[in-house]
């Protein structure tokens, strides 16, 4: 078979743009597992028992984290459906993987408050809460989002902004990635399991 | 009384759902409620579903009621391009002829503010659906669990 110019260039194009892919993969890969994370899990904060805990505490876990509020009835019990389900979907594996859903409405959300919500979900979830100060110092070292917004049509007269991603950290605490929010369980679970390698 | 359109019709024996009135809300179907358990009446709850307007005309919902909850209302989670996510009241839903809005997590829902009684698992409770042609809609929504994820469970 003979090749026209034309089709020369065309495969020519074909193939860089093959070893482009393949390479853009390999250094996709590479950043991900050499990487020298954006930042670590960091927190002080008291559990839904009451007991303070600290990210020390669960070293050599993967952690799945969250920020929401006890008050929200949409976005957060669906994330929280989600991980859930995502921890049953681990079966035995789940003992590596440490879930959390911090508070951001800390005035409401007591370890008393947190203790009737996160567990309803999954017995693993740990919620967490401090003082507005914690709360605010927290949302720093996790880099998120959040405000409080007067709202006549809400209970107590507000509502709350807030960062709605599942972020992942290796056992080492270094962030991984997050999931934006509605990413279905189903996804997070084969992520979540090829990060881990299981 | 409008008759109802053969479809909605159909939809109506099929689901058993909406007991109709007037016009224009008459050809409003509702598929697929659900709600989550709640744990104590503390905290708002949320009821989904989708609503379709199999009629010739404009339908505009307006408002809720139901013995559940003493402010029962129509509010909307967006999430921005940045991951945050807030909610506001959505004020008036409007339909289309032929068209559906659906209540889904994480956008429009039925919320549930000043719960009377708690929410439990396996049980429904009735919903009216308020349209600005001053017809109505009522509805069971059947509780799910609290980790529910669609009205699947």
């Known amino acids: 078979m003979r090749l026209s110019a034309f089709q020369k260039v065309l495969w020519g194009f074909a193939t860089i743009a093959v070893i482009g892919f393949v390479w853009l993969q390999i250094s996709v890969r590479n950043d991900q597992r050499t990487d020298d994370p954006a ?26 984290v969250f920020f929401g509020f006890a008050n929200c009835p949409d976005v ?9 389900t995502v921890m049953d979907g681990l079966g035995p594996d789940a003992a590596h993987v440490q879930p959390f859903f911090i508070t951001i409405d800390p005035e409401r959300d007591t370890p008393e408050q947190l203790a009737e919500f996160v567990p309803a979900f999954d017995a693993n979830i740990i919620g967490l809460t401090g003082t507005p100060d914690q709360i605010k110092r927290t949302s720093e070292t996790f880099r998120i989002y959040y405000e409080k917004i007067e709202e006549a049509a809400s209970p107590d007269g507000y509502t709350m902004g807030h960062s709605s991603q599942l972020f992942l950290f290796d056992p080492q605490g270094g962030y ?11 996804q997070i679970l084969s992520d979540l399991k090829g990060r881990m390698s299981i | 009384m409008k008759p109802l359109t053969p479809t909605a019709l159909a939809f109506s024996l099929l689901f058993g759902l909406p007991t109709v009135c007037l016009a224009g809300s008459a050809d409003v179907v509702v598929e697929g409620a659900w709600a989550r ?6 905290r708002p709850g949320a009821a989904y579903m989708t609503l379709r307007n199999m009629g010739n005309d404009p339908v505009t919902l307006v408002g809720l009621a139901t013995p559940l909850a003493m402010m029962p ?15 506001t009241p959505a004020g008036e839903i409007l339909i289309p ?26 049980e429904t409770f009735p919903l009216t659906l308020n349209f600005a042609d001053g017809g109505t809609v009522n509805i069971d929504v059947p509780i799910l669990g609290i980790a529910a994820r669609g009205p699947e469970g």
């Open chain 1, 39 to 64: 930042f670590h899990a960091d927190f002080e904060l008291t559990d839904h028992q009451g007991v303070v805990q600290t990210d020390e505490d669960f070293a050599g876990r993967w952690m799945l």
């Open chain 1, 76 to 84: 957060c019990p669906t994330t929280l459906a989600e991980v859930a």
């Open chain 1, 176 to 186: 991984v990635g997050a999931w934006a929010y509605g990413t279905p369980a189903e």
């Open chain 2, 73 to 87: 209302d129509i509010h909307e989670s967006k999430t921005d391009a940045n991951g945050v996510s807030s909610m």
């Open chain 2, 97 to 122: 002829p032929g068209e559906s809005v659906a209540l889904e997590p994480g956008g429009l829902h039925a919320m549930l503010m000043r719960l009377q009684y708690k929410m439990v698992e396996g």
């Open chain 2, 37 to 42: 358990a709640s744990i104590g009446t503390s």
